[in-house]
């Protein structure tokens, strides 16, 4: 009987267990933190594991309270309760904050991993690499395998650009990487890592669909995750080169104030540019977890250019050759403001943000253009326009984890609306020729005034919802339902007026030429998918389904458009993880778009006398299937590295053009443009990478290229015509990093083919080489000398190009006691040689385009910099 009752009493005691797993800001697993729990007068502790979970067991108490430290990260506190009846609680994930503490400076000397690949991050380890003492963010990014950054300073990852910079995981200023990679040293970072990044609201709750975008994260050395820092430069050149800038930046962890300004005509943009701006920015936690933030920029740009083009038209009937050379001038102002709060807590996250923009641009461009082959014409046509643009937008996100681990509930709205409002003085004089002698038959001189206004507003809003599965043995993985619901509204209102002066001077509206349109565009998207998460293996699997409505109606006209169409389509998003040095994923996408208002009124646009566009009122959405493979691979140690991405899409109703050729009044023939759906469009390529560092990172080779097939779809006299588009580039650098000298060398070749239907026999090919050598010495403590040449060969190009050798020379001076001065001297395009060239495809035409530029100046600039970031 004594026993008995003992056994009793020990059942009643309630045997109750926890678990729970230990995560960064980047929901990246913390292995060995130190976990304590206090559970009535009993103490506990235990150390996460390798993918950061842990548990106890045998708990009696209905209340417990967890302590979790780990070096590097904030001290994690909070009492937890069980319900009545509830034996094991489950924790969500339990995210540490990063905290630097400097200590007094300790030598380690090892060998970490140069790279590691995080499912949907790689990070790269700074230390790898070799920077200078005065090198910003932006050298260490050129010397990353797959990443490149153009000469203007944007940064592009496999093709795809770079738009959004945290640091440390968190928001840095303004988060335009392009501002800050130019501002931050290189010396200040630890890690850099690119990262495939699907909202803010996708990392709370998990449910990742569609495409991502490509994001830098910036993880900083041990105490530098605080400091001041910006510059001063004054720049003087031959031509009348010139440029003023300055900008000044505080940040105190979580407060960020940044001021920036500038004022050059050095910008290596098509034409001659003239350049004025000047930002502010502000962003401060507002209380625990909830940041505000404010942005406001304002730029002013000058253009000057001349252009030449020449474009080549093909038809069933022949080709028309058009050889047009324009020069104008115009003037940009634009002004842009955004206000933002949020708020993130352990199991809720809201964001709301509220933003406009006025943009004003007034233009004066004069055009001589020349038709030869089926059609021979010449125009000389004037166009003096003004253009309004205000705009508003706002968004608001919401999300919350439940108190069931892994259910979680979101929903967002954004909204938009905005003008745009066009004035366009048009004179244009057409001489008409015989097609067979060349003598003129007639001169036309036409002026219209015309006035378009496009009124838009659109409305979004999403709403998520996620179950969790049984849990599995495994804590972790885990297993979901993810239910989504995604709205659309786009509301277009068009008003085209087009006046035609008479003989005595009075303008007087043309019916024909004007009217009032306006159109909506409603879509539904419906979705439902099982996701699954281990630490190898990630997947998510569904179905979406994806009604829409296009309706249409025009003022003074019966007739309504009204097309209804449903989409279905699979998600797939799939990741595995072969180690931490090789991944591979895929991931499918499906997207409805509906055509643009100019594609839709059926008046006559005549701003091109020589080919009038004319809309189709019965044009469908199209909807675009689209896939990507990916495949990532580094060595553990030699920091070797292949990246490879296989993409293809296929588009239903693409909205194609068909050019059709009419006679005029004299008989003769002109181009008008109309547009109708079609199949037959896809598209498959590849970009590749390998990158190969040998002597410990004293040498480097990189072998990339990309490989594109295109069968691109139109109409020419209403006959199908397919165009078959490959391109093709590769590129082998070789690069060599010593202690004072770093030199680099490529070598590049570029192929495009196209080849119409139309036109078997005619191919329209492009090659280009171009070959560079870069040096950079640095000369005792304070000089250092740089040297740019580079050598391109052009062949296939309608126009009449050169084979410019370009050479440009750097040399550069610190000064100061503290070294935050330079004075340095550039030799830009010595030889003169420089152009600007480039070829575009659409539909059944060609067109080669080159710019003016100066691009041989001397220029002179003096930088004062300021840094100070913890203690240095």
Request: charged share 20%; aromatic share 10%; with cysteine.
């Amino acid at each position: 009987m004594f026993w008995l009752l003992c056994s009793v009493a020990a059942d009643a005691q309630v045997q109750r267990k926890v678990s729970g797993s230990v995560i960064d800001s980047l929901r990246d697993a913390v292995p060995g933190a130190d976990v304590i729990m206090i559970a009535d007068k009993d103490t506990l502790n235990t150390v996460t594991d390798s993918r950061g979970r842990f548990a106890f067991a045998g708990i009696t108490a209905d209340n417990i309270s967890l302590l979790i430290m780990r070096v590097g990260f904030k001290p994690y506190s909070m009492a937890y309760a069980y319900q009545e009846d509830q034996i094991n609680l489950i924790l969500y994930p339990i995210m540490l904050h990063l905290e630097s503490n400097l200590l007094d400076e300790v030598v380690i000397k090892g060998r970490d991993k140069p790279i590691r690949i995080k499912r949907d991050t790689i990070e790269f380890n700074a230390s790898f690499y070799q920077i200078y003492e005065n090198d910003r963010v932006e050298d260490l990014l050129r010397q990353l395998p797959g990443v490149e950054v153009d000469a203007n300073g944007n940064a592009f990852t496999m093709g795809k650009p770079l738009v959004k910079l945290r640091v440390n995981g968190e928001d840095f200023f303004t988060n335009n990487v392009k501002d800050f990679i130019r501002q931050l040293p290189a010396n200040i970072i630890d890690k850099l890592q690119i990262i495939n990044d699907y909202g803010d609201e996708a990392n709370f709750t998990g449910m990742k669909t569609g495409e991502s975008q490509k994001m830098l994260n910036l993880v900083t050395k041990a105490g530098q995750n605080n400091g001041t820092f910006g510059n001063a430069s004054a720049s003087g050149g031959t031509d009348h080169r010139y440029g003023l800038q300055g900008n000044g930046n505080l940040w105190q962890g979580s407060k960020q104030i940044g001021l920036s300004s500038n004022s050059n005509n050095t910008s290596n943009d098509a034409g001659i540019n003239t350049n004025a701006g000047a930002g502010l920015n502000y962003r401060d936690k507002l209380s625990n977890g909830v940041t505000a933030s404010a942005v406001y920029n304002y730029a002013y740009i000058k253009n000057l250019s001349k252009q030449l083009n020449s474009i080549e038209t093909i038809t069933p009937g022949g080709t028309i050759s058009n050889k047009s050379e324009s020069n104008s001038r115009s003037t940009d102002n634009n002004n842009t403001i955004n206000f933002n709060i949020q708020s993130v807590a352990d199991k809720s996250y809201f964001q709301a943000s509220l933003g406009g923009s006025m943009v004003k641009r007034t233009r004066l461009a004069k055009t001589d253009s020349r038709q030869t082959g089926l059609i021979r014409q010449d125009l000389l046509s004037d166009n003096l326009s003004n253009l309004e643009t205000p705009n508003l937008n706002g968004n608001f996100v919401w999300a919350r984890s439940m108190e069931k681990p892994g259910r979680s509930m979101s929903g967002g709205i954004t909204f938009s609306t905005g003008i745009n409002q066009l004035e366009e003085k048009l004179g244009n004089q057409i001489s008409y020729y015989n097609r067979n002698n060349n003598t003129l038959l007639k001169d036309s001189v036409v002026n219209r005034l015309v006035e378009t206004e496009n009124r838009s507003n659109n409305v979004t809003a999403d709403f998520r919802y996620s179950e969790p599965l049984r849990a599995s043995q495994d804590s972790a993985v885990k297993k979901n339902i993810d239910f989504a619901y995604f709205f659309s509204f786009n509301k277009t209102r068009n008003s085209l007026y087009t006046r035609v002066n008479n003989n005595i001077g009075n303008n007087k509206v043309v019916d024909s030429l004007s009217s009032l349109y306006s159109s909506s565009f409603l879509l539904h998207r419906f979705a439902v998918s099982y996701r699954y998460q281990s630490k190898r293996l990630n997947y998510n699997l569904g179905v979406t389904a994806q009604p829409s409505q296009l309706t249409g109606q025009y003022k003074g006209n019966d007739m309504k458009i009204d097309h209804v169409e449903l989409n279905v389509s699979p998600i797939i998003n799939l990741s595995y993880a072969f180690s931490d040095w090789d991944n591979l994923s895929f991931v499918y996408s499906g997207v409805s778009t509906a055509p643009d208002f100019y594609q839709l009124q059926p008046v006559p646009n005549i701003s091109n006398l020589q080919n009038v566009i004319i809309g189709n009122p019965n044009l469908k959405s199209s909807f675009t299937h689209a896939g990507t493979l990916s495949y990532q691979h580094t060595g553990e140690n030699t920091g070797a590295t292949l990246m490879l991405g296989l993409n293809g899409s296929v588009v239903e109703d693409q909205v194609v053009s068909n050019v059709v050729l009419v006679k005029d009044t004299l008989n003769s023939l002109k181009q008008q443009t109309y547009f109708e759906n079609a199949n037959g469009v896809y598209q498959f390529g590849s970009v590749y990478s390998y990158s190969l560092p040998f002597d410990h990172n004293k040498f480097n080779a990189e072998l990339r290229g990309t490989w594109d097939y295109i069968n691109m779809v139109s109409f020419a006299n209403h006959v199908l015509n397919t165009n078959r588009n490959i391109n093709y580039s590769q590129t082998f650098k070789l690069r060599m990093n010593q202690r004072r000298v770093t030199l680099s060398g490529a070598a590049m070749y570029n192929y495009s083919s196209n080849r119409y239907s139309i036109a078997q026999y005619s191919l329209r090919n492009v090659e280009t080489w171009q070959f560079n050598i870069n040096e950079r010495t640095n000369i005792g403590k304070s000089w250092v000398v740089i040297a740019d040449i580079s050598k391109r060969i052009n062949s296939g190009y309608e126009l009449k190009v050169a084979n410019p050798l370009l050479m440009n020379f750097t040399v550069e001076k610190t000064l100061l006691k503290n070294r935050q001065a330079t004075m340095m001297l550039q030799a830009y395009d010595l030889l003169n040689q420089g152009n600007n060239l480039v070829r575009s495809i659409s539909d059944n035409s060609i067109t080669d385009s080159q710019y003016n530029q100066i691009t041989r100046y001397f220029l002179l600039t003096f930088t004062y910099r300021l840094q100070k970031f913890g203690n240095r």
